[in-house]
């Protein structure tokens, strides 16, 4: 019996309330960008059942994230809802909407932790990378965070762009009040997918990388966790193939995704329960269509550039196709 199939509802739920940005990041895994909401994404109305779902569930721990889902104009809505039913929230953001008002405004949630990424210790590599952005927003976000008492964790995602200032961004995270630092491989899915020849740090880079990253958490280890994970998304898919993870990711329009490296989509909760769409996530990983698409990616690891051209997964009958 596989551990999901004890649970009435999932241990995690990583909801993206929007793929629409204020920034347009080349390393995107969620295919974000200004003006990129799509038509059908949930309605105020639509979030608040959906969030009122969680927490009659007893869904322990939430994720919100986006694109930015600090624009949404209902954001602060489902936090209500969220933080009223005792939900532990972490909120993704890249910080440039965190004034110090916005983190006064969160302290009152269960926040677990505020997210924000710092992919460069310098305007120029930060700007190249994050497009639209400026580290100069990010890092105040940042300070917002921690001037308020909430905890933050700073990530990086190294690419062959910034991965040279990996030891001064953390120093930079550390300087901000981090209590942790996330990095690991750049994820192959989304935009960073596509532009995957231009972003793909070397074997060679990759190899500093980790030796630093090593003596890094050796420095830091009484002052700020170091959360180092050096495998890479397929790695993740193989590991959920035998165990699926006990997480719901839901997409800005309500629909359920089985695995982020897969464009396939299980179950629509503009239509159906959180109930029924667990009960739908459970059985898409035991589907031979959604199998055989896993074995095709990881045998061929370009096709993760189609992660988030979503679909339905054939053999999902529980699904309210169009």
Not at 139 to 150: E, F, I, K, N, Q
């Amino acid at each position: 019996m596989r551990k999901i199939d004890a649970l009435s509802a999932p241990l995690f739920v990583s909801w993206q309330l929007t793929r629409d940005c204020n920034l347009a990041c080349l390393h995107c895994c969620t295919d974000s960008a200004p003006g990129k909401r799509l038509s059908g994404e949930f309605n105020a109305d639509e979030a608040i059942k959906f969030a009122s779902q969680l927490v009659e569930a007893e869904v322990p721990y939430v994720m919100i994230a986006g694109g930015e889902p600090m624009i949404v104009s209902w954001f602060w809505d489902v936090l209500e809802v969220l933080g009223r039913g005792g939900v532990q929230l972490k909120i993704e953001s890249n910080g440039h909407l965190m004034t110090p008002d916005a983190a006064r405004r969160l302290v009152k949630y269960p926040i677990r932790s505020i997210q924000i990424s710092l992919d460069g210790a310098t305007e120029a590599v930060y700007a190249k990378q994050r497009v639209l952005g400026t580290l100069e927003k990010a890092v105040a976000g940042c300070r917002a965070v921690t001037d308020a008492g909430l905890p933050l964790e700073v990530t990086f995602a190294p690419t062959a762009i910034n991965i040279h200032e990996v030891e001064a961004v953390a120093a930079l995270a550390r300087d901000v009040g981090a209590f942790r630092f996330n990095t690991g491989r750049l994820m192959r899915i989304g935009t960073a997918a596509k532009l995957w020849d231009r972003l793909e740090p070397s074997a060679e880079q990759y190899a500093e990388f980790q030796n630093t990253v090593e003596t890094l958490n050796g420095f830091y280890k009484e002052k700020m966790e170091l959360c180092y994970l050096p495998w890479s998304i397929e790695d993740g898919l193989k590991d959920g193939l035998s165990s699926p993870p006990a997480t719901l990711q839901v997409l800005p329009d309500g629909r359920v995704k089985v695995a982020a490296p897969l464009p396939y989509v299980c179950s629509d909760l503009k239509v159906r329960s959180l109930a029924e769409a667990w009960d739908d996530y459970r059985k898409a990983w035991d589907l031979p269509e959604f199998k055989a698409a896993a074995a095709r990616v990881l045998d061929d690891t370009s096709l993760l550039a189609e992660s988030n051209d979503w679909k339905n997964l054939v053999g999902c009958d529980l699904l309210v196709v169009d």
